[in-house]
T-cell receptor, first 113, second 115 residues
Framework: GNSVTQMEGPVTLSEEAFLTINCTYTATGYPSLFWYVQYPGEGLQLLLKATKADDKGSNKGFEATYRKETTSFHLEKGSVQVSDSAVYFC????????????FGQGTRLTINP | DAGITQSPRHKVTETGTPVTLRCHQTENHRYMYWYRQDPGHGLRLIHY???????DKGEVSDGYSVSRSKTEDFLLTLESATSSQTSVYFCAIHDRGGKENTEAFFGQGTRLTVV
């Protein structure tokens, strides 16, 4: 079945540091890939997505590229801010039907000033 | 923000009691989902619905049932709560509208503690 594996956390960085959170997936067919973010006490919000190989999703300075050859979708940001502190989830879904989401385990990110 | 409301937001219940969580949407979306969030597991799908009275099981459906008698409401019931069902429960909605790869919206979550 489909699965997503994320870099273990927690991750702690200083403000303005470079961020990478690794994500790899296993899937039949050609899934869509997502990064969701969860701020404390809130639900999940879509951060970015990519729907086919070599697509790059981007939002709020975050980027991730759909790499079919390495089955990866790593999240990157060049200069993190304290406000980026949150839990980040990598996820995939099939492109048709119910499009159920399959999530990675989540990575808690803390940015210190 | 998508119009999706979960109730209650917090609940403490005793082992063996029935519990019902409610998800209400104002978006008229076709698809609704219940996930649970546990440390080290991310979110896992419990049940989902693809229309009124149309539901199906997800990855972790044992011990849960659902009902959808109208488009806007999706209920999750724990028939006899156990401590292993202590978790944070999220509802999500999604409307394909005939399109692929559209976005799912999540509620604020319900923190359930079974003692």
């Amino acid at each position: 079945g489909n699965s997503v594996t994320q870099m273990e956390g927690p991750v702690t960085l200083s403000e303005e540091a470079f961020l990478t959170i690794n994500c790899t997936y296993t899937a039949t067919g050609y899934p869509s890939l997502f990064w969701y973010v969860q701020y404390p006490g809130e639900g999940l919000q879509l951060l970015l997505k990519a729907t086919k190989a070599d697509d790059k999703g981007s939002n709020k300075g975050f980027e991730a590229t759909y790499r079919k050859e390495t089955t990866s979708f790593h999240l990157e940001k060049g200069s993190v801010q304290v406000s980026d502190s949150a839990v980040y989830f990598c996820a995939l879904s099939e492109t048709r039907g119910a499009q159920k989401l399959v999530f990675g385990q989540g990575t808690r990110l803390t940015i210190n000033p | 923000d998508a119009g999706i409301t979960q109730s209650p937001r917090h609940k403490v219940t005793e082992t063996g009691t029935p519990v019902t969580l409610r998800c209400h949407q104002t978006e008229n979306h076709r698809y609704m989902y219940w996930y649970r969030q546990d440390p080290g597991h991310g979110l896992r799908l419990i049940h989902y619905s693809y229309g009124v009275k149309d539901t199906d099981k997800g990855e972790v459906s044992d011990g849960y049932s659902v009902s959808r008698s109208k488009t806007e409401d999706f209920l999750l019931t724990l028939e006899s709560a156990t401590s292993s069902q202590t978790s944070v429960y999220f509802c999500a909605i999604h409307d394909r509208g005939g399109k692929e790869n559209t976005e799912a919206f999540f509620g604020q979550g319900t923190r359930l503690t079974v003692v």
